[in-house]
Structure formats: structure tokens, C-alpha cells
């Protein structure tokens, strides 16, 4: 429990901290912070997860760091704001690219500590 | 400051995650999804909820605020375990539960997040 606690502390900081600079340094109307935070968390969770079995290293980087770093909270409040800025476009658009995009990156991920 | 309270509210987040994780695949059988997907309804809803409430309320601070939705929400909930639970179903031949999760997750989670939004707009704010 204390090495996802650890892990969990660490990142929201870090989605905290990035999410920011990505807000500072584009500016679109497309939720491009959490998109790139969702699919980096992804491709490295299928890292983790293709390195082996269960360990206290795989709770606190896994569980806990990649876990909080990505969120489907935001995700599901950004997509609706989307669809009430942008229709429904929009948002189906932002949801599908971040799913198949974030499964795709995770089997990579995963495929790379495999081979 | 107030990335020390993102932190903290984050591991509460993480670490509530977790403990759910263990409690459901001990008391449910594994033919009702992961827990993930329940944990990012939830998370959405209640974010839904927060986005439209929390406003209202000019005296609690945006460090607050901030911790509460970005950090304990944000950490609580959580898109690369969907990401991997969805590929251990494909990988598995699970082909329709994997499907059955993606439109149960996306199409839930913006419903539940719509559902909060409107909530918490509403005259008595619940």
C-alpha cells in the first residue's frame, strides 16, 4: 500500500505539473494535455506490465505513479465539454483517438519488453 | 504549496484505487469487468459533479479545489490500466468483453460526467 501511495503522490504532481506546461505552451481548444498524458501513461504501463509479474517495483510504478498520472475523470468531464463547445464530433473524435491510440501505444509497450 | 497538497490527495487517490482493486476481485467473481471500469464511472461522475458545485463556494481556495478535483479525482481514476486491461482481453480471445468494456467505459464515463455536470448546476446543487 505504501509504494502506490508513493507512487500515487508522484504523479498527479507530475500530470499536474505537465498538463500545465502543455496548457501554457499550446493553446487549443482540444484537450491536448490530457490526450498526451493518457497515452505517454499508457505506452509505459504496457512497459511495466510486460516486464513481469507483480512486484513492489510494479506497484509503485505501475499502480501507483502511472495510475494517477493518467486519469479518466478529466477525460470524461473534457469530452463532454467538447461536445457541448464542438458537438458531438468533437468529442467522439477526442474519445476514440485516446482509446484506440492508448491500447495500441499499451500493446506496444508491452509487445517491446516481450520480443 | 499547493503541489504538495496535489501529492498528497493524489496518493489518497492511488491508494484508494488500489484497495477497491483488491477488495472487488476478492468479493466478486472477474465476470463483472475490472474494477477499473466502476472506479472511473464514479470518478467521473463525482467530478462531473465537483466541476459544476464547486464554484459556488468563493471562500474555498483553489489550492483546495485543485487538490480535490486534479489531485484525488484525477489519481483515483486512472486511463492506463484500462489501456492494459483492455489489451489482456484481446490478447485472451475476449474479443467482446474487451468491446463490451470500451463503449461501457467511454460511453458511461460521458454520461456520468454530463450527469454531474448537470447536477451540480442545479438550483439546490444536488
Redesign the interface.
Known sequence: MIFVAIGGFFGAISRFAISNWIKQHFRTYFPLATFCINLIGSFLLGICVGLGPISSLQLLAGTGFLGAFTTFSTFSVESVKLYESRGLLAAATYMCLSCVLGILLAFIGWWLMSV | MH?LL??????????L???IGILFTEYFNSSLLSATLYI?LI??L???WL?SYLPRFPNVSTNVS?AIT??F????????????D??TL?MDGQVWVAFSY?IL??VG??I???I??RLGAKEGGL
Open positions: 503541489y496535489i501529492g498528497l490527495a493524489g496518493a489518497l487517490g492511488a491508494s484505487r488500489y484497495a472511473n470518478g467521473s463525482l467530478l462531473g466541476t485543485t486534479t489531485g479525482l484525477g489519481a483515483f481514476t486512472t486511463f492506463s490500466a484500462f489501456s492494459v483492455n489489451i484481446l470500451i467505459s467511454l464515463g460521458f456520468c460526467a454530463l454531474g455536470l
